[in-house]
């Protein structure tokens, strides 16, 4: 079996097995091929490979100028994709057995304060369907910490307004449910019940955000919406895919949520993802300690 077959065996396991999304399976396939391509200038291929090769790589991937996150990315993708290959008898020994990830610092996500997301959620025109389409998702991304890809994925039978929840299915199929609010509900309501049938203009769509055309929002068209309302009131904050997700999570904790409630609400299958939220509160707490107490 060539590389490019290994590796696409490799990405459908890993779908099968963990329901991976696309992008991180994408991620896992492209360091592959980069490693294969690699070894091919060695007249090498993945199934000959050595521990001293997986050094050489690496230490050219570093004066390539990758970052420590994408180097420890890329070793923990050797270590699964050899584990695969091992438990498949195409190899006789893992060659990543004693390959050392990069260290890295866990950066702090930059969060929004709770005036800026005032601010960001006033900023859609009102005036306009889209306005008020809008705010609806904006209302609902703030209400909920969705990741963005959940967001733009709802469908109207996820939507229970009588009991105020949403029922998420998130990474790796793991459904939960989220409770909105009774702020994000009124907005919803009045987007399903006076905007959206005028952008669908009688077409048929089971997603719950929908775009002038008919078709569901993107994940890529949201956040450039994002950025545009970030700008009108002058945000300068960088925004990422998380940032109203770390906004969320963040005035929860500030507000005195249990760290558990908050792991549950995100969908994080591992309360150690969720801890880093707390370091921002805690930088919270010291800041008002520093203000406020007479030995601060």
């Not at 590389?3 to 890993?14: A, G, N, P």
């Not at 002038?212 to 993107?218: C, E, H, P, V």
């Not at 949201?222 to 906004?247: C, E, G, M, Q």
């Not at 969908?267 to 601060?296: C, E, K, M, V």
């Amino acid at each position: 079996m060539d590389d490019k077959s290994l590796i696409e065996r490799f990405q459908d396991v890993l779908w099968a097995e963990r329901g991976l999304s696309e992008n991180t399976l994408s991620a896992y396939g492209s360091d592959l091929h980069i490693f294969s391509q690699w070894l091919q200038t060695r007249q090498k291929c993945l199934l000959e490979v050595s521990a001293e090769d997986l050094s050489r790589f690496l230490a050219s991937r570093f004066n390539a100028g990758i970052s420590s996150r994408s180097a420890a990315r890329t070793v923990s993708t050797l270590r699964g994709f050899y584990g695969y290959l091992l438990r498949e008898n195409q190899i006789a020994t893992d060659p990543t057995a004693l390959l050392e990830a990069p260290h890295i610092g866990r950066p702090l996500p930059e969060s929004l304060s709770e005036q800026d997301v005032e601010r960001l959620l006033s900023a859609p025109e009102l005036s306009s369907l889209l306005g008020q389409r809008d705010r609806a998702m904006l209302e609902t991304l703030y209400a909920t910490g969705l990741r963005v890809s959940e967001l733009v994925g709802l469908r109207l039978e996820q939507c229970n307004f009588r009991q105020g929840v949403l029922r998420i299915s998130g990474k790796g199929n793991k459904e939960r449910l989220v409770p909105l609010g009774e702020e994000a509900v009124s907005w919803l309501e009045d987007y399903l019940r006076d905007v959206r049938p005028q952008l669908l203009k009688g077409m048929q769509c089971a997603a719950l955000f929908v775009t002038n055309r008919g078709a569901g929002m993107t994940r890529q068209a949201f956040w450039h919406i994002i950025k545009r309302y970030a700008n009108k009131v002058d945000i300068r904050k960088h925004l990422s895919p998380h940032t109203l997700r770390h906004a969320f999570a963040t005035h929860l904790l500030n507000h005195g949520a249990d760290l558990r409630v908050v792991q549950l609400l995100l969908g994080h299958s591992d309360l150690s993802t969720t801890q880093i939220y707390t370091h921002i509160a805690s930088a919270r707490l010291q800041d008002l300690h520093a203000r406020f107490h007479p030995r601060g």
